[in-house]
């Protein structure tokens, strides 16, 4: 009997196949079913350009721009990127935390790498003070969240921390059953960035903790999309509740603080706005999307519009294209479990022909491409900082690691500015 029953493919996803006579009750488990959003997905709360007559219609590929076209955007870069800071100081911190990790001659080439970016971005953050108690910490796509495996490893004799690891995707290899804390908390959001409205996260509308956001090679628009979550969303969602119950905060008007940290914390300056840090890798500029981007502003004070950041992000991909073959040799001997996390070797992905490569021949030596490469991620990395400086941030970009162990070596730092922290009351 069992022979004669039919089987056809499912409406929801045809890769797999149902019995007829069962589709109902299939469909009202099938894993490919739309599942009910979670209460934290706002559609596009954070996607930024809402002026459709902005968005600029499809461009033609770099290796379609004639050689003086070509120049014309080389001249109008140069000009936009003077008085910029092109080469940043180095910033190639470590922590503790991680020091036997980074001494385990167990670990591979490609792992010790990974660990060597991890410690100096832990040592970023400890020397912003961000590393402590009483903190949310948010991963934005996290993978397998190794990242904050290894802050809740350096905060393993501090109290009531909390981690939100942000990812769109489905990951395996996840590191989250690895914490030996029983007292961290950690919770998964799977949903786009675009989509993520923190405030509406149960365990941030519950304890109001001062948020720090991390990242290590946020790619692209990711990046645009995590900061404007941070410090556009969630400060203005917080602010307007705070807003309310006004008349009942004259004993804390003195450091503004109280709604967003728990009693007995020992500093009374740093947290003073919900968003208490930020500390991102960059990686992938070829991936940034002017709809996204939160440096337009910047932009259009420099005399340049979507028609130049299209191009410019495609350009930047030059500042490590002359690495393409040692690279793309690298990756493809990356372990299986640590491909997921290499988010560096993204930059490769970009053809040669999307790139504007093969035009160059003849015009641009390989070091001036690299060059005006590293011009088109600062400009647009600049954008970035001049977003969070409009938005209260003290902001800054640096290295924080050798170009041998990663071609996107750039940090992304910002803390509440010094500014806009009162002065303690004597």
Known sequence: EQNDRKRIPCPLDPKHTVYEDQLQKHLKKCNSREKPKPVYFVQDIN?????????????????????????????KLKKASNGLEIHLKEQI????????????????????????????????????????PGRCFVEFGAGRGKLSHWVDVALQNVESVQFLLVERATTRFKVDGKHKRSDSIFER???????????KVPILEKKKLPVVGIGKHLCGAATDLALRCLVESYTTCCDSEDEEPAPKRSRAAQTEVA?????????????????????????CHHKCDWTHYVGREFFKSVGLGPVEFHYF???????????RETTSKASTSEDSEDQTDDTEEHEQTLSRTESG????????SVEERKEIGCLCKRLIDHGRIEYL?????????????????SLENVLLTAVPSPSLIPEPTI
């Open 47 to 75: 996607a930024g350009l809402k002026d459709v007559a902005e968005i600029p219609e499809k461009q033609v590929p770099l290796s379609s721009l004639s050689v003086e076209e070509l120049q014309n955007l080389i001249i």
């Open 93 to 132: 911190l470590s922590h503790q935390a991680l020091q036997e990790a980074l001494n385990d001659p167990k670990n591979g080439e490609s792992a010790f790498k990974h660990l060597k970016q991890q410690a100096s971005i832990l040592g970023n953050m400890e020397k912003l003070h961000l590393l402590g």
């Open 189 to 199: 959001l799977q949903v786009d960035i675009q989509h993520l409205c923190l405030n």
């Open 259 to 283: 709604p967003h940290r728990p009693a007995g914390n020992e500093s009374t300056t740093e947290d003073h706005k919900p968003v208490a840090g930020i500390v991102i890798a960059l990686c």
């Open 313 to 323: 992000q495609r350009m930047s991909s030059w500042a490590t294209c002359g690495m």
């Open 357 to 364: 490569s093969d035009t160059l021949q003849g015009i641009l």
């Open 389 to 405: 400086q409009q938005q209260g941030y003290k902001a800054a970009l640096q290295y924080y690691t050798e170009s041998a162990v």
